[in-house]
């Protein structure tokens, strides 16, 4: 969690990724009163709560036909309720691979195209009957040598079991956001960055953003061309977007 002290005992919020982004539209959600602005990445609001059932009905079924894809890009949250104790035996097999293949930049020729999160079930997981993710060079324009070191070291203490859990969640998920302040609905400012390469949160060109839109008071909206981590693969910027719009917004004066 990266966040940063403003006034009035509130604070300004930013995260990104699936699973970290839900945490703090959870936090705008059921604390308004606890923020003052939200900054978020990659990952859109749903007042009704981020989980499967809601985000298949925005699908787009050009790229996804129904009869060959039916939960379209979502594939993989399927994969990890039915292969639960397969998925993480596969990621810990080899963690340095994992991590060099996880962190890749956004790639122009994916757009457009069934994203390969969309077969997993099909090719019996992420890294099909090998069962282990392929050898590959650090990509240094997503992480430094450090920061990947760090990450090994973690995951290979950890394990993917605990993060591979959140995608069991969806019952509870949707509860909890049933719970949420005004039916979820965000009054302050929100500034949400999309991925014009992300192909799986795939915002930039479909109507995956469209329910945080309507649920949002005072939503910007800024697109930058990288991949899901573009906060990594375009940091500059992603901090100018973000500089910019709190300037605009008079926020940490």
């Not at 020729?109 to 077969?119: L, Q, R, Y």
């Not at 479909?206 to 649920?215: G, T």
Request: hydrophobic share 40%; aromatic share 12%; glycine share 8%.
């Amino acid at each position: 969690l990266s966040s940063s002290s403003v006034s009035s005992g509130q604070t300004l919020l930013q995260f990104e990724g699936i699973s970290g982004g839900r945490v703090i539209w959870s936090i705008a959600s059921h604390y308004p009163d606890r923020c003052q602005a939200i900054i978020n990445l990659s990952v859109p609001y749903f007042a009704r709560g981020f989980a499967l059932p809601h985000l298949v009905a925005l699908v787009d079924r050009e790229i996804y036909p129904e009869d060959r894809y039916p939960v379209g890009q979502w594939d993989y949250w399927l994969y990890y309720r039915e292969s639960f104790a397969s998925a993480p035996r596969d990621f810990e097999a080899d963690v340095p691979a994992k991590i060099a293949a996880l962190y890749r930049a956004g790639s122009r020729e994916a757009i457009g195209k069934p994203a390969f999160t969309s077969v997993l079930r099909s090719q019996g997981g992420w890294f099909g009957p090998t069962h282990r993710a392929p050898a590959m060079s650090l990509d240094s324009s997503m992480l430094s040598q450090s920061d990947y070191d760090l990450f090994v070291t973690a995951f290979k203490k950890t394990g993917f079991r605990g993060v591979n859990a959140w995608y069991l969640n969806d019952a509870a998920n949707i509860e909890f956001a049933g719970k949420a302040v005004n039916f979820g609905r965000l009054p302050m400012p929100v500034l949400f960055l999309h991925g014009e390469l992300d192909v799986v949160c795939e915002t930039a060109r479909s109507r995956l953003a469209d329910p945080m839109r309507a649920d949002c008071d005072d939503l910007s909206e800024v697109r930058i061309h990288g991949g899901h981590f573009f906060m990594l693969e375009k940091s500059i910027e992603v901090n100018e977007a973000m500089a910019s719009w709190l300037a605009k917004k008079g926020i940490g004066r």
